[in-house]
């Protein structure tokens, strides 16, 4: 499964790739903590549904260590949301 982060204002959104197919996508918010950047709350819609649900912040870590990510950039900076992403899955 691949994993493509889309780092924007606000919540990240997330999609969720099985070969050529998005089989879903969600809203990542992260917030910062003593230990860096945590997710605070996920909310994750399958393709073809129109409603969220909210999933525990547990499971997303281990779907975003074990699958491939991609990030993408709209702005080059250090700074901002794509440094926060970056750092946070690093770990």
């Known amino acids: 499964m691949s994993i493509i982060v889309n780092p924007r204002r606000g919540p990240y959104r997330l999609y969720f790739y099985d070969g050529r197919r998005v089989t879903g996508s969600g809203d990542l918010e992260l917030s910062k903590t003593g230990k860096g950047c945590r997710p605070k709350e996920f909310r994750y819609r399958d393709a073809g549904r129109r409603q ?40």
């Open 52 to 91: 969220p649900r909210r999933v525990p912040t547990k499971e997303l870590i281990r779907e975003l260590r074990g699958g491939r990510k991609s990030i993408l950039r709209v702005r080059m900076r250090r700074s901002g949301p794509c440094a926060r992403i970056c750092r946070f899955l690093s770990r």
